[in-house]
């Protein structure tokens, strides 16, 4: 229980809070903290989930909770959406609180509200910043008529292990493209005003490095230097913040023994200190109470104090703040101030949220079922869904199928599932809205044609009954759709995995159906890079179509008949081997760099040193090539802009797009700092029509080159760069240039 310290004996007034401009909202701010009591304030750096229960009117908050916000010791819920629900608990917030301060309503919006779209990664193999922009844009309108005001979304940390579950939530393992995806996502939830009834505040997480986690496993100990987390791992957090997210949750992890709900150099230091961040951070589920477990407090106070100290404002779910800030205050532990700076983020949210102007942001059931699913949305969802897939390979063109065949196999666990393509986090999303692969097929070929269905075998498990009735049916079709991959449970949170191939008995059923000689199409759904090297070998055509959300079969269908010639790339490598991990293709070369045939160089006796498909990979139905980089200039000072251009021509039959690539090589070693092999800095998506020819211009800006030197500060170093434009990382054509020495004054 909290102890009011000097209760006030009057309301605080009510400011005009209508008034856009930032000096007068400070002004307000600082007239209702004067009217606060402690527990008010400390109230506002609580965040609770749902206690639902199920009564004669439905399903509504707990009593118990119900009477937190009449008190005004809650400042957010999460897991609480609904037009009703919201309303009403709003209601109690600002009309039958002391206080009257609205509540921020939070929800898990990954990848859609109801209309669910593929999951982060696969939306970062669309190459699309405006179509990830769309979507984010969508699932914030859908989330709003729903009473949710803040999503803990977007997940920009860089992932570069697949064992880790939550790789699917993020946008892979570079932070160039992290950084453009991380902007895109808080540019769709927030849109071009937070005082629109129909955005939500963006909240960037997991600060920081959390994707590093030792052995791929969740929550795991990241231990980094300061050179790699500024240069890797930071990008896209700086990104989502300079975009206008107004929150930041922080990590689990620890980063060289620190905790970052402990961490006051992250929080404080960089987030505030260097960039000018004004929001506010949450912790992530209970992790201010796991600063015990630890290791840096021994009481659940102290826990408290520490992380409030550092700059963590809102305590998601683990107690300590509400148990023990009033303590802390009146013993001297903590001071005042450190709470009142913490409220101050918190309340400068909500009023750039529009709340202190419209509590209820225009929800009610009418707009909410208007919204949710509507045809627009849903034709929003294929679209991404098609951008989203990759095709691996396409041996002796066996994609696109003809419509006119007699007969076509839909093999797999995942052929005819309906909740597995929501994928992990998947909102308010339901299986029934899902369009299954099966159905899509179905709906895109005429009646004439027998669509023949077996399920094979389980997605896990020893099962194997099920793969003879697979086989038969393999053998009457002219081709097979082979879906096989992960449940949507074998990825996300506390997902990870020590092997990467196909679990369960899905090796098996793939290769005894491709033993009976029928052309076979693998439809992979999963959310990591999987280990599938008998499967490139052997299979002739591979889609990599990750979790797609609500429209997987007839997004899917679309790319399989052709009607949408796919443009996906890899935002993530995948290796040959769970050995090779973590594999990713902007590493340092080392003093002995890998040649597979010399013993002596960093390379594994068993194992080429090459990954399966290399990051920004993908094929077309269509042929693209490349001629001739030209340089505009090929000698430049720190100050200039770096313009590069090259020719892009499809030589094949068929219109598409392609995504050109930019990577730069620092050749000079950096003034004694190691740089990696390749960074991407730039690309351009392009569409060209059989036999059209585009010259595709880019233009860098030097300082872009920039990286932590030896005192940690950003750095461009003198000297020769290697310039690469191509189709991928592995490919393309190569130039160069020279960055010279400052002119001295």
Not at 419 to 434: F, Q, S
Request: proline share 6%; net charge neutral.
């Amino acid at each position: 229980m909290l102890v009011s310290l000097a209760p006030a004996q009057t309301s605080p007034p009510l400011p005009d809070r209508r008034d856009p401009d930032a000096r007068r909202t400070e002004s307000a701010i600082d007239s209702i903290l004067a009217g606060l009591t402690p527990d008010e304030k400390i109230g506002q750096l609580i965040q609770y989930s749902g206690d639902w229960t199920t009564g004669p009117q439905g399903r509504a908050l707990s009593t118990s909770q119900q009477d937190i916000v009449r008190a005004g010791m809650a400042g957010s819920l999460l897991n609480v959406f609904g037009s009703r629900a919201t309303r009403e608990l709003q209601r109690l917030a600002v009309e039958e609180s002391r206080a009257r301060i609205p509540l921020i309503f939070g929800l898990d919006v990954i990848h859609g509200f109801r209309t669910i779209f593929p999951i982060p990664l696969g939306e970062a193999a669309s190459w699309d910043p405006g179509a990830v922009e769309k979507s984010a844009r969508i699932a914030a309108t859908e989330a709003a008529s729903a009473g949710i005001g803040w999503t803990f979304g977007p997940m920009v940390d860089i992932a570069r292990d697949p064992r880790w579950g939550r790789i699917a939530e993020g946008s892979g393992e570079d932070p160039y493209l992290g950084s453009a995806m991380a902007a895109a996502r808080v540019r769709g939830f927030q849109g071009s005003s937070l005082s629109d009834h129909t955005s939500i505040v963006a909240c960037a997480k997991h600060f920081a490095a959390y994707g590093g986690a030792e052995g791929g496993r969740d929550y795991n100990t990241v231990d980094i230097s300061e050179r790699t987390l500024r240069d890797v791992y930071l990008p896209p957090f700086k990104s989502a913040v300079e975009a206008g997210a107004l929150t930041l949750m922080a990590s689990f992890n620890e980063i060289g023994g620190v905790p970052s709900s402990a961490n006051r150099q992250l929080l404080t230091g960089i987030l505030r200190g260097e960039w000018g961040f004004d929001g506010f951070v949450v912790s992530d589920w209970g992790s201010i109470g796991e600063l015990r477990a630890h290791g840096v407090a021994s009481t659940s106070a102290e826990a408290a104090r520490i992380a409030l100290d550092a700059g963590l404002d809102m305590d998601m779910m683990s107690g300590c703040y509400r148990d023990n800030i009033a303590s802390l205050l009146r013993d001297g532990r903590l001071r005042s101030s450190v709470l009142d700076e913490a409220v101050r983020r918190i309340l400068r949210v909500k009023f750039r949220l529009g709340l202190f102007a419209d509590p209820y942001r225009g929800v009610n059931p009418e707009r909410e079922k208007t919204v949710l699913l509507s045809s627009h949305h849903l034709a929003a969802a294929r679209e991404v869904a098609r951008k989203s897939i990759v095709l691996l390979k396409n041996e002796r063109n066996l994609l696109p199928l003809r419509k006119d065949l007699r007969s076509i196999a839909v093999i797999g666990p995942l052929a005819d599932d309906r909740e597995d393509p929501l994928g992990p986090w998947a909102g308010d999303g339901k299986p029934k809205d899902v369009v299954t692969l099966l159905e899509g097929i179905k709906r895109a070929l005429p009646a004439t044609t027998r669509v023949i269905y077996a399920p094979g075998c389980m997605l896990a498990g020893t099962d194997t009954a099920g793969i003879a009735e697979a086989v038969a049916a393999a053998r009457q079709a002219e081709t097979v759709l082979l879906a096989v991959g992960e449940s949507a449970s074998m990825s996300g949170e506390a997902a990870s995995r020590s092997e990467l191939d196909l679990p369960g008995r899905q090796k098996e059923l793939v290769r005894a159906v491709q033993a009976t000689g029928t052309p076979v199409v693998l439809i992979l759904m999963n959310g990591r890079p999987l280990t599938i090297c008998w499967e490139a070998e052997n299979v002739r055509a591979i889609l990599e179509t990750w979790f797609l959300g609500v429209q997987t079969g007839n997004a899917i269908a679309d790319v399989v008949f052709g009607d949408y010639n796919p443009s996906g790339r890899l935002p993530v490598t995948f290796p040959r081997s769970v050995g090779q991990i973590p594999y990713y293709y902007n590493h340092k070369n080392t003093g002995r760099p890998p040649v597979d045939s010399v013993k002596y160089t960093s390379h594994y006796l068993d194992l080429p040193s090459s990954p399966l498909y290399p990051f920004g990979y993908g094929l077309s139905y269509t042929t693209f090539s490349y001629e001739g980089i030209t340089l505009a200039r090929p000698v430049l000072g720190t100050g200039d802009t770096l313009s590069a251009a090259i020719s892009v021509s499809n030589r094949g039959t068929r219109g598409g797009e392609e995504t050109v690539q930019l990577y730069i090589r620092d050749e000079s070693g950096g003034g004694g700092v190691t740089r990696p092999v390749k960074e991407l800095k730039a690309f351009r998506k392009v569409r060209l029509e059989p036999g059209e020819t585009v010259t595709v211009g880019f233009s860098l800006p030097v300082s872009a080159l920039a990286f932590s030197g030896l005192d940690m500060r950003p750095t461009v170093e003198p000297g020769t760069f290697r310039l690469f434009i191509g189709p991928n990382s592995a490919e393309g054509l190569e130039s160069g240039f020279r960055v010279k020495e400052k002119t001295a004054r």
